[in-house]
């Protein structure tokens, strides 16, 4: 079995079981973290943080996390809601005058979010060097056509929704996305997540590494998508590992970070506004999240989906895959799976094996507490962590 790092809870024990039946099924490296009340029940790592298998994944090995950006932008844009600062229900065009051009004077600032302002990715070709530049890749936006009518259907807004979302956010407080994410959300928190990576931390990046059989030409595509953007803009494994990439600021898909990081940030959301003292938004401000946006099949993942502000809509939970986020306000936990093993989306079922195992640890800490069917308070569970072994690797 491989070598797992870390620390986790005996009644966990099955989440590091996972990574390293993932590491010895194939995978490079990886890490996962389950948070329950905001505190850590399971933080763990292992394999490595390159495709030649000769760089062990440390604890501070951070790798890009695709997707799951976009929640960190989601939860900007949601504290900003929560402060009265940014409308929900307001034209984007009060907050970005040129968005209005070609129609789109009537798209809400929730369709940005929900997947329902018909701009799933750019009329025009788009390279590597448009994403790395915020006033070309935004410009485009406002200027073209949306594809549908804004908030009567949803479509994947893979790359895009990073630059909508993240416009807004630079409107209204003079500064980038990555910026206020840094200076409102992870530093407070003190999370090791960045968008718009500094060069110091080059050296802890944990590089891309192809699904078995392609080569750093692959282009990572959405989950469930069948083809890359005909519109040139999908992005290749080689762009991913590129210093361009990683200094930019694509608030869609260009976040660093490890599993630990990410749990705690959105902690934030599974915890009604506030982790470890640090209160981030209200407890309705968290809630708008799970507010149904958009039902049915979309257009681009060409499955059904539910969507909210910001996050994929799964039952009770939310979060988003890239990597992968799960949320559980009603436990009170997040789950975070970041690795720099790609799969063939049709393949990925990665993450519903290990928040199947959170969950497995879950339930005997609720037996363990005599609540089968309840949240676990903050003091039972810092008396947990106090007071009971922990499991280490």
Not at 187 to 193: E, T, V
Not at 213 to 235: F, Q, V
């Amino acid at each position: 079995m491989a070598d797992i790092h870390g620390t986790y809870d005996d009644l966990f024990s099955a989440v590091p079981d996972a990574l390293a039946a993932l590491l010895d099924a194939g995978d490079a490296g990886g890490s996962v973290a389950v948070l329950v009340d905001g505190e850590p029940v399971v933080d763990v790592w292992g394999g490595f943080a390159d495709g030649g298998r000769t760089v062990p994944w440390q604890r501070d090995t951070i790798t890009n996390v695709w997707s799951v950006t976009k929640t960190m932008t989601a939860l900007c844009a949601l504290i900003l809601a929560d402060r009265g600062a940014l409308d929900l229900d307001a034209p984007v065009a009060r907050y970005w005058p040129e968005f209005a051009a070609a129609g789109k004077e009537k798209v809400l600032v929730r369709h940005l979010l929900s997947h329902t302002a018909g701009l799933p990715e750019w009329d025009a070709p788009v390279t590597l060097e448009d994403f790395c530049d915020w006033p070309a890749a935004t410009s485009l936006l406002a200027a073209q056509a949306p594809r549908w009518e804004p908030g009567t259907d949803g479509g994947y807004h893979s790359l895009t929704q990073g630059f909508l979302v993240g416009e807004i956010v630079r409107r209204i407080t003079g500064g980038t996305v990555g910026r206020f994410l840094a200076e409102e959300v992870t530093g407070p928190l003190g999370a090791d997540f960045h968008m718009g990576l500094a060069s110091e931390h080059d050296d802890r990046v944990a590089t891309l590494v192809p699904p078995p059989g392609k080569d750093e030409d692959y282009a990572a595509s959405a989950p469930g998508a069948d083809a890359a953007p005909a519109s040139g803009g999908a992005i290749r494994v080689r762009d991913g590992n590129s210093v361009a990439w990683r200094r930019a600021q694509i608030p869609a898909a260009s976040g660093f970070g490890n599993a630990r990081s990410v749990a705690l940030v959105q902690s934030v959301m599974a915890c009604a506004g506030a982790v470890n003292g640090v209160r981030l938004l209200s407890e309705a401000g968290t809630e708008r999240a799970r507010q149904v946006q958009f039902e049915g099949q979309d257009r681009v993942l060409g499955i059904p989906m539910r969507w909210g502000l910001g996050y994929g809509l799964f039952g009770t939970t939310y979060g988003w895959g890239g990597s992968l986020l799960m949320i559980d306000p009603d436990s009170r936990m997040a789950v975070a799976y970041v690795t720099n093993q790609m799969r063939e989306p049709a393949e990925e079922t990665r993450g519903l094996d290990l928040v199947m195992s959170a969950y497995d640890g879950l339930q005997g800490l609720r037996r363990r507490l005599g609540r089968p069917g309840g949240v676990v308070p903050a003091a039972q569970c810092r008396q947990r962590q106090n007071g009971w072994p922990a499991g280490s690797a």
